[in-house]
């Protein structure tokens, strides 16, 4: 392939997921839905808001390849009593811009997320993650517990227990030389084929072909860290994650935070969860009952 197609190549891929991306927004998130871009010291990162404005702000960290998108069936539900705000990760596919200042160590995202919540002038605010995106909460929550209001960790990973031999096995292929068809097979195993959504799952695919940096990643939280944090935590395990051991997660963080609660949502694997339709209104009940619930 000659460096000219391999950059016509290139930006088709680009056009692809963006125009996926677009789909998922106009078909799938309500009417409604605000777009706006967060300047900060790495970039223009690109937030998706929905929810009566003044009203409680809560903040969605995607899972790694996600997108903000993702949290369709979050931002509806969740929208009615909060200012619901879904961001892209920097140097993930999405609509966020990376800056010439890269993000690459765990201070730098947490700097990273103090300037996006400056930019949506929030205070402070509910902060919920999934997978590698409730690792990014959790940490910012340590570097910053003034700023959370209450914290909610989805299926988190590298958090309280390491990935599964297994899973990571599975994955490699798709990290490796990444494409839809890989993709979808990875998907597709460890949600044990469920039905998710045609139109996230496009755009799940095309994101595949989506130049993207490598996530910034590190140490799980030291004992003596998560000891000292007292903002009320809510951890939804899937009962089928494939990813780590849900009993050794539940367990290690019931013997470290001092202030969490923790459920498991039954049959959900670590990527039917926000998708798959029974689970996502499991989970949407879930953080709702917490968010509402007094400290």
Same mark, same amino acid.
Request: hydrophobic share 45%; glycine share 8%; with cysteine.
């Given at each position: 392939?000659?460096?000219?197609?391999?950059?016509?190549?290139?930006?088709?891929?680009?056009?692809?997921?963006? /125009? @996926?991306?677009?789909?998922?927004? @106009?078909?799938?998130?309500?009417?409604?839905?605000?777009?706006?871009?967060?300047?900060?010291?790495?970039?223009?990162?690109?937030?998706?808001?929905?929810? +009566?404005?003044?009203?409680?702000?809560?903040?969605?960290?995607?899972?790694?390849?996600?997108?903000?998108?993702?949290?369709?069936?979050?931002?509806?539900?969740?929208?009615?009593?909060?200012?619901?705000?879904?961001?892209?990760?920097?140097?993930? +596919?999405?609509?966020?811009?990376?800056?010439?200042?890269?993000?690459?160590?765990?201070?730098?995202?947490?700097?990273?997320?103090?300037?996006?919540?400056? /930019?949506?002038?929030?205070?402070?605010?509910?902060?919920?993650?999934?997978?590698?995106?409730?690792?990014?909460?959790?940490?910012?929550? !340590?570097? @910053?517990?003034?700023?959370?209001?209450?914290?909610?960790?989805?299926?988190?990973?590298?958090?309280?227990?390491?990935?599964?031999?297994?899973?990571?096995?599975?994955?490699?292929?798709?990290?490796?030389?990444?494409?839809?068809?890989?993709? %979808?097979?990875?998907?597709?195993?460890?949600?044990?084929?469920? +039905?998710?959504?045609?139109?996230?799952?496009?755009?799940?695919?095309?994101?595949?072909?989506?130049?993207?940096?490598?996530?910034?990643?590190?140490? %799980?939280?030291?004992?003596?860290?998560?000891?000292?944090?007292?903002?009320?935590?809510?951890?939804?395990?899937?009962?089928?994650?494939?990813?780590?051991?849900?009993?050794?997660?539940?367990?290690?963080?019931?013997?470290?935070?001092?202030?969490?609660?923790? /459920?498991?949502?039954?049959?959900?694997?670590?990527?039917?969860? +926000? !998708?798959?339709?029974?689970?996502?209104?499991?989970?949407?009940?879930?953080?709702?009952?917490?968010?509402?619930?007094?400290?």
């Amino acid at each position: 392939m000659t460096p000219t197609s391999s950059g016509s190549s290139a930006v088709a891929a680009t056009e692809s997921f963006l /125009a @996926a991306y677009d789909e998922v927004l @106009a078909v799938k998130w309500p009417a409604g839905t605000t777009h706006s871009e967060a300047l900060t010291p790495y970039g223009t990162t690109r937030v998706n808001s929905y929810g +009566p404005e003044g009203a409680p702000p809560l903040m969605l960290l995607a899972g790694g390849g996600s997108t903000s998108t993702v949290w369709y069936a979050q931002a509806a539900h969740l929208g009615r009593s909060h200012r619901v705000h879904a961001v892209d990760l920097m140097g993930d +596919p999405g609509r966020s811009v990376v800056g010439e200042r890269r993000i690459r160590t765990v201070p730098d995202l947490t700097a990273w997320l103090d300037a996006v919540l400056d /930019a949506l002038n929030v205070a402070s605010a509910a902060l919920c993650g999934h997978s590698y995106g409730a690792w990014i909460a959790l940490h910012y929550a !340590l570097h @910053a517990p003034g700023r959370v209001r209450k914290l909610i960790l989805v299926d988190p990973t590298q958090c309280f227990a390491g990935y599964r031999p297994g899973y990571l096995l599975h994955a490699l292929p798709m990290l490796l030389r990444p494409n839809a068809r890989r993709t %979808r097979a990875f998907m597709n195993w460890e949600t044990s084929d469920a +039905p998710l959504d045609p139109v996230w799952l496009h755009l799940r695919d095309t994101a595949a072909g989506f130049p993207s940096a490598r996530p910034v990643t590190g140490p %799980r939280p030291t004992p003596e860290a998560l000891g000292a944090l007292d903002v009320p935590t809510l951890m939804l395990l899937a009962e089928n994650s494939r990813a780590h051991n849900v009993a050794a997660v539940a367990a290690t963080a019931a013997r470290l935070l001092p202030n969490a609660r923790t /459920a498991t949502i039954p049959g959900a694997t670590h990527h039917t969860l +926000p !998708l798959h339709a029974p689970d996502a209104a499991e989970l949407n009940c879930r953080i709702e009952e917490f968010l509402a619930a007094g400290c």
